[in-house]
């Protein structure tokens, strides 16, 4: 069906056209324009075939319909076609680059990456429980209120910090704490399975900025500015991709393979519905990244 129309589309389209302009021109619409015979023009126009003159524009609107949907779906067609070359073309090269790059990757090792010190840090986040990790992440909120409170009495801050200051500490451990999980295990993975961390890495310090700057700005001024909804919306598009980046490194340091959204979407919806995903997420954690004092590819 597709190789019909690739090759019939276009003449029948026009010939579709044509026909819409011939009842066009029979039925007087816009005068005649030459394209109907003038003799059969004259009858239909004097009534001398009446039927022929009623229908003439209703059969005009339908063939001139028809030609353009018809037209429409072969140019889509030729555009399918076109991207689907493009496609298979982009494809052949990336894999004639994989199979070279996998085949200097196999002469000559990728160098480990150490980074003891942060390591020491994140190694917190991977040993400790779930149950102290979800005391220190929702205590740190009534702590910190707490805190804030007895100088809000006195009037020494705004009550927009009594808000804003706890949400930054919580986001800043949260963020610790994915941070340390995608680190890990990117340490962990071997060659094949390797992402780089950085562009979660990035937007997690983008989002930090930005609950940072919520509190300045709320602080200081009752109408934000019209930036930060922009800013707003690429916060949000960091947090969700670290989310998703997270748990799609967890789930492959699992199951040792290439996985789709489809294996790490559980994953990914228990870390979106903090704090209650702690309670699954950190066990594994423990399982596959806090028992090794150092890991590494």
Not at 35 to 58: D, G, H, Q, V
Not at 87 to 110: D, F, P
Not at 215 to 225: A, C, K, L, N
Request: hydrophobic share 50%; net charge positive; proline share 5%.
């Amino acid at each position: 069906m597709m190789k019909f129309f690739s090759y019939w589309g276009i003449p029948i389209s026009l010939t579709l056209y044509y026909l819409g302009l011939f009842f066009a021109d029979l039925g007087g619409i816009g005068g005649y324009d030459g394209i109907a015979p003038r003799w059969l023009y004259e009858k239909s126009i004097y009534e001398e075939f009446p039927f022929l003159f009623e229908t003439s524009e209703i059969v005009s609107i339908l063939f001139l319909a028809a030609g353009t949907i018809l037209g429409l779906f072969v140019l889509l067609l030729y555009m399918y076609m076109a991207g689907t070359i493009v496609y298979l073309k982009i494809k052949s090269l990336y894999k004639m680059s994989h199979r070279a790059a996998s085949q200097q990757e196999n002469t000559k090792a990728r160098p480990r990456e150490r980074h003891y010190s942060a390591w020491r840090v994140m190694i917190i986040f991977l040993r400790v429980k779930h149950w102290q990790l979800f005391l220190i992440l929702i205590g740190s909120i009534f702590l910190t209120k707490a805190i804030l409170s007895s100088f809000l009495q006195g009037g020494s801050i705004s009550p927009n910090t009594l808000l804003i200051l706890p949400t930054f500490i919580l986001g800043l451990l949260f963020f610790a704490w994915l941070w340390a999980i995608a680190s890990a295990c990117s340490m962990a993975l071997p060659t094949k399975l390797f992402s780089s961390p950085k562009p979660m890495q990035i937007g997690l310090v983008y989002a930090l900025f930005y609950i940072a700057l919520l509190g300045i700005v709320f602080g200081s001024t009752s109408e934000p500015p019209a930036y930060l909804s922009f800013m707003h919306l690429l916060a949000m598009t960091a947090i969700f991709y670290s989310l998703g980046f997270t748990a799609k490194q967890l789930t492959k340091l699992d199951q040792d393979r290439k996985v789709s959204f489809f294996s790490y979407s559980g994953p990914f919806f228990l870390l979106w519905f903090f704090p209650l995903g702690i309670w699954f997420i950190q066990p594994k954690v423990n399982e596959l990244l806090g028992n090794n004092k150092e890991r590494g590819r």
